[in-house]
């Protein structure tokens, strides 16, 4: 089993975070450092520490992520301006936390250039 990150103590509530949505799956909280008007990364209640470490039998799990987005897109009444969701691989992708998180960005017009942060 991959080890714990920053994400499974936010998860497990152990350390300060801005929840907004969490069940036995997934949970959803703000980024500490928004990169826009809303920033809010969903994670799996697993480690799964990169895509490349995403399993057959993650399928459903990683289409939960994609519809938490969804709901909390709509939910915060951005969902027909639209938004972003973007996920880091590795060093070159730029992913600082070896726990996988979906980037739910939104609430603005986002950048195009460069996908925007
Ligand atoms: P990535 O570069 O894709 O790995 O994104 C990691 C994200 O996690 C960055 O946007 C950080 O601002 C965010 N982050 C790091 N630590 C925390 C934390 N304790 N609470 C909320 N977001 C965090």
Not at 18 to 37: G, R
Not at 54 to 78: S, Y
Not at 86 to 99: M, R, S, T, Y
Request: glycine share 8%.
């Amino acid at each position: 089993m991959a080890e714990e990150t920053i994400f499974s103590k936010i998860i497990k509530h152990e350390i300060p975070s801005e929840i907004v949505y969490q069940d036995d799956e997934v949970t959803a909280f703000k980024d500490i450092s928004p990169k826009a008007k809303v920033h809010i990364l969903i994670v799996p209640n697993k480690v799964i520490p990169t895509v490349n470490e995403i399993e057959d039998e993650d399928a459903a799990l990683i289409g939960k992520m994609v519809l938490t987005a969804k709901k909390l897109a709509k939910d915060l009444g951005f969902a027909e301006n639209g938004y972003r969701l973007v996920i880091n691989c590795g060093e070159d992708g730029g992913q600082e936390v070896p726990h996988l998180h979906l980037h739910l960005l939104g609430g603005q017009k986002l950048r195009i250039v460069g996908l925007g942060f």
